[in-house]
């Protein structure tokens, strides 16, 4: 995990998820019947809405203050049944089991070799409940984007604040098409209302992007069945027009 994860205003501000999702983590959660476990659960963007919805939620994350900010969310919105831990999805062990594990906003594609993704998921396997769920989504890799993006500066987007402000996010990215990773530099630029610049902060992250074919096959390794896809949150088909992929598993 990088240093990128120690600025959880910023990644609050910036990180809004895919169109949809916390709709459909929140329904997942309500149908599964049971408690839940968040893994890579950040500030809390869907663990705290699942709990607020009266579902007994786990939150796991590497980052401490990640985790700090998620805590200070739920206070703020008085939520209970929130259980916020510091750990490692591929090495936690919690002696409990979930009627849901899910996986939001892509943080599978934090593990950057096989080795640990099978790690991640041996776990998981060993803490669904018979008849539990897993649920997850990852982009789909693109080879055109891949190759248009490579090595450029992108502007992801631009985000108001209240101060009459905003916070401009910049990616660098470089594709490494052999080990499949995408090691993104990334800038934050705070300016004031006026536009001038009064903070820069700089950070690194990497992801192993993942193909679909592939994740079906490492799910399959480890006892884990696809039963449902989707290409978007408003569960379209996954077709070869997809720019998602979500999956929904249970065990074998």
Not at 66 to 85: C, H, I
Not at 217 to 239: E, M, S, T
Request: charge should be neutral; glycine fraction near 8%; proline fraction near 3%.
């Amino acid at each position: 995990m990088s240093n990128m994860y120690q600025w959880a205003d910023y990644y609050d501000l910036t990180q809004r998820g895919v169109a949809g999702d916390v709709d459909f983590y929140l329904e997942e959660a309500k149908q599964a019947g049971g408690n839940v476990l968040d893994l890579a659960c950040g500030t809390g963007r869907i663990a705290i809405p699942v709990a607020l919805a009266g579902i007994e939620v786990t939150g796991i994350d590497l980052s401490q203050e990640m985790l700090a900010r998620a805590q200070e969310k739920a206070k703020e919105q008085g939520v209970t049944g929130l259980t916020l831990l510091q750990g490692d999805m591929r090495s936690f062990d919690l002696g409990e089991t979930f009627s849901l594990i899910m996986i939001p906003f892509r943080s599978f594609l934090h593990l950057l070799h096989i080795q640990e993704q099978m790690k991640a998921l041996a776990c998981i396997r060993k803490h669904l409940k018979p008849g539990g769920k897993l649920v997850m989504n990852v982009f789909v890799p693109k080879i055109n984007h891949m190759y248009e993006e490579n090595e450029k500066m992108s502007l992801r987007g631009t985000y108001p604040l209240p101060s009459g402000g905003e916070v401009l996010m910049w990616d660098y990215t470089r594709y490494d098409h052999f080990q499949q990773l995408c090691e993104v530099t990334r800038m934050y630029e705070r300016t004031d209302a006026r536009g001038a610049v009064v903070e820069r902060v700089n950070g690194r992250f990497a992801l192993r992007y993942i193909y679909p074919t592939e994740l079906h096959h490492l799910l399959r390794l480890n006892g884990l069945k696809v039963i449902k896809r989707y290409g978007n949150f408003a569960k379209a088909p996954f077709d070869a027009s997809s720019t998602e992929l979500i999956v929904v598993c249970e065990a074998l």
